[in-house]
Nanobody
Framework: QVQLVESGGGLVQAGGSLRLSCAASGSIFRVNAMGWYRQAPGKQRELVARITSGGDTNYADSVKGRFTISRDNAKNTVYLQMNSLKSEDTAVYSC???????????????WGRGTQVTVSS
């Protein structure tokens, strides 16, 4: 059983910053790609940023230059540093990871429960 637990969400004024964290725990042999997705009310969930186990990253165009994704492989943790936040960044942010539970397993895709980020204008 693998768990992804997010933290760091909250209320911030436009122009401010927040840092999200997501830690994977449980039966883990390897954590492969990790990422952050978000879903605003009335909208579809969208990819915010993703990072491979080797550190390659990709970002949604809307957050490039403002958000930075990073990871600590020793802690099985991914971070999302969000700067210059805008009201349109308001959403539930969810962590996602491709995890291999044991040496013999295939890769499983797991989700966290999400954390609310609200940006006031």
């Amino acid at each position: 059983q693998v768990q992804l637990v997010e933290s760091g969400g909250g209320l911030v004024q436009a122009g401010g910053s927040l840092r999200l964290s997501c830690a994977a725990s449980g039966s883990i042999f390897r954590v492969n790609a990790m990422g952050w997705y978000r879903q605003a009310p009335g909208k579809q969930r969208e990819l915010v940023a993703r990072i491979t186990s080797g550190g390659d990253t990709n970002y949604a165009d809307s957050v490039k230059g403002r958000f930075t994704i990073s990871r600590d492989n020793a802690k099985n943790t991914v971070y999302l540093q969000m700067n210059s936040l805008k009201s349109e960044d308001t959403a539930v942010y969810s962590c996602n990871a491709d995890i291999t539970p044991t040496y013999y397993d295939r890769i499983y895709n797991s989700w966290g429960r999400g954390t609310q980020v609200t940006v006031s204008s």
